[in-house]
Nanobody
């Protein structure tokens, strides 16, 4: 599967953005998708994930209550709605996908087999 992340940009603190992760392939519904981010000089960190049927949507503590992950399997797309953005949310955001990952690995980047190219989110203060 090929992934393409989009929707990043420059926004003021308190603003909103919606990221999209569009996937190729007809079996997208069988993939777990995760969003991760990497700020300059930092390691890639988990943001959110969504299970195949959307029944499980874990979030990192830093974004819980502000970000919402969702998926539209008919459109082969996963979304990350980001509200209440803070300067510390500034990073390149990546989406990853795996058809074989188990729930205990959702928060671990090595658990994902496919990655998009990343989209830059910049939040100004």
């Amino acid at each position: 599967v090929q992934l393409q992340a989009s929707g990043g940009g420059l926004v003021q603190a308190g603003g909103s953005l919606r990221l999209s992760c569009a996937a190729s392939g007809r079996t997208f519904s069988s993939y777990v998708v995760g969003w991760f981010r990497q700020a300059s000089g930092n390691e890639r960190e988990f943001v959110a994930a969504i299970s195949r049927g959307s029944s499980s949507t874990p979030y990192s503590d830093s974004v819980k209550g502000r970000f919402t992950i969702s998926r539209d399997n008919a459109k082969n797309t996963v979304y990350l709605q980001m509200n209440g953005l803070k300067p510390e949310d500034t990073a390149v955001y990546y989406c990853g996908a795996s058809s074989r990952i188990i729930s205990s690995y959702y928060r671990i980047s090595n658990g994902y087999d496919y990655w998009g190219q990343g989209t830059l989110v910049t939040v100004s203060s």
